[in-house]
Nanobody, 123 residues
Framework: QVQLVESGGGLVQAGGSLRLSCVASGGTFSYYNMGWFRQPPGKEREFVAAITWSDSKRYYADSVKGRFTISRDNAKNTVYLRMDSLSPEDTAVYYC????????????????WGRGTQVTVSS
């Protein structure tokens, strides 16, 4: 059973940056492909980014491509999401998730989830 804990959210002005972290425990982190999802207020959860277990591939939603960067440090059991050029449309609860499925953007293929961290971007 993998436990995931996100951190790094907060309030930032439009155009600013944040780095989210997600620390995993209870499993062999390097076995898992990792994803970030978000849920804006009043909307459904959506895919943001994913990274394979060996960092051989990274995937991004079109809405964040070129602004967000996913990375991982297997020695620290941590996956990161660097977010630049933030806009109010990026306001959401951001969730970290883990899966053994390779390269998936589908939330229902991620069995392990963190509790989320709030990101609020003011205009």
């Amino acid at each position: 059973q993998v436990q995931l804990v996100e951190s790094g959210g907060g309030l930032v002005q439009a155009g600013g940056s944040l780095r989210l972290s997600c620390v995993a425990s209870g499993g062999t982190f390097s076995y898992y492909n990792m994803g970030w999802f978000r849920q804006p207020p009043g909307k459904e959860r959506e895919f943001v980014a994913a990274i394979t277990w060996s960092d051989s591939k990274r995937y991004y939603a079109d809405s964040v491509k070129g602004r967000f960067t996913i990375s991982r440090d297997n020695a620290k059991n941590t996956v990161y999401l660097r977010m630049d050029s933030l806009s109010p449309e990026d306001t959401a609860v951001y969730y970290c998730a883990a899966t053994r499925s390779y390269g998936t953007r589908l939330s229902n293929e991620y069995p392990y989830w963190g509790r989320g961290t709030q990101v609020t971007v003011s205009s």
